[in-house]
């Protein structure tokens, strides 16, 4: 399965932090086979002293995307993030993982929404993500 994945970062070794959740994700959900240029973006939905350093990976998976959803934050905890947005208020974090999109399958639960219900609106999700799905062609 291919499962598109951002990733960002705004706190510490922003590079680092991207770094390692990749090479985590290559070991933990699949086999990173593209990955974006890294991107600095300002805060969004939130103020915040601390710019962002954003990019986008394609993982081949065998993973459900639920599996992979808790192998993703299990990576964010070991990383270092102690706390996720909630009812749409935002923090400063080490590392956000989000699951963009997974094949082509539709996912709408309380845990989990495949398509990321934000991605089209948000350009440090879309660049990295077009990055990545050009070099397909």
Sequence with gaps: MKLFLSLGSNLGD???????????????VGTVVRQSSFIATAPVDFVSDN?????????????????CLHATQKIERQLGRTRK???????????D??????????????????PHPRMNEREFVKIPLEQIIKQNI
């Design 85 to 95: 947005s909630v009812e749409g208020k935002h923090f400063d974090r080490t590392i």
């Design 14 to 28: 922003r590079e680092q932090n991207l770094r390692k959740a990749i090479e985590l994700i290559n070991e933990d």
């Design 51 to 67: 710019q962002f350093l954003n990019a986008a990976v394609l993982v081949e998976t065998h993973l459900s995307p639920f599996e």
């Design 97 to 114: 993982i989000d699951l963009l999109l997974y094949d082509d399958l539709t996912i709408n639960t309380p845990e989990l929404t495949i």
